[in-house]
Each structure stands twice: as structure tokens, then as C-alpha cells.
């Protein structure tokens, strides 16, 4: 099983960017697929998840900026991040996990399966 994410890159301040997360080898039936984020000298954190039937959940910091969504038939997720900030600017991860669904606060209730990671900058 394989997650591969894409899409990220340099922007200025207020600009978009659409990461995507493409796996391999996933046939679970009800999955959720979430990003995180690892800021430079800081913890990782999530950021969003959405699970196979389509609930949601963000980080509170990413509210009414970024739109988690799924392709179902494709077993992807994309990210699509609005006015991005400074502080955005983070290595961002996909990750997934079979048989469970979304938490709160950005997570899925588990994780199993991560991708490389995708860097994006926000200069400002």
C-alpha cells in the first residue's frame, strides 16, 4: 500500500495550492484519509480528514480556508487550501487508515499508512 502526495510548491501570502494523494494497494471498503502538517522546529498537526462516507473534520486553524475532499472511485483526497498564511508553510503528509472514520480536530480515529510528504511555502 502506497500514498503518494503532490502538489505543493512556493506561493505568496493569500495565494491557493491543491495537494493531492493518490494511493495504491487500498481496498478497504470504509477508510478515512487525512493530512497533517510539520512546520519548521515545530510538532506535527493535523490538519483534515474525511472518511469514506463523507464526514469531515478540520483543524481549527484551516477553518473556512481549506475543503478536504474525496474521490471515492479513485481512493484519493485532495486538499485545496485558500489564503494561505506564512504559518502554513509546512512539509504536509496523507495519511489513511482502513476500517475507521474521521475523529475530531482534523484527525481520523487511526492512522496506519503515510506518504513522502509534499513541501509548501508561503512567503509573505
Known amino acids: 500500500v502506497r500514498l503518494v502526495e503532490s502538489g505543493g510548491g512556493l506561493v505568496q501570502s493569500g495565494g491557493s495550492l491543491r495537494l493531492s494523494c493518490v494511493t495504491s494497494?487500498?481496498?478497504?471498503?470504509?477508510?478515512?484519509m487525512g493530512w497533517f502538517r510539520q512546520g519548521p522546529g515545530k510538532e506535527r498537526e493535523a490538519v483534515a480528514a474525511?472518511?469514506?462516507?463523507?464526514?469531515?473534520t478540520y483543524a481549527d486553524s484551516v477553518k473556512g480556508r481549506f475543503t478536504i475532499s474525496l474521490d471515492n472511485a479513485e481512493i484519493s483526497s485532495y486538499l485545496q487550501m485558500d489564503s494561505l498564511k506564512p504559518e502554513d508553510t509546512a512539509m504536509y503528509y496523507c495519511?489513511?487508515?482502513?476500517?475507521?472514520?474521521?475523529?475530531?480536530?482534523?484527525?481520523?480515529?487511526?492512522?496506519?499508512?503515510w506518504g513522502q510528504g509534499t513541501q509548501v511555502t508561503v512567503s509573505s
Open positions: 474525511i472518511d469514506s462516507a463523507g464526514y469531515t
Open positions: 494497494g487500498v481496498t478497504a471498503v470504509s477508510y478515512c
Open positions: 495519511a489513511a487508515d482502513g476500517h475507521t472514520v474521521v475523529g475530531s480536530g482534523g484527525h481520523c480515529r487511526s492512522v496506519s499508512i
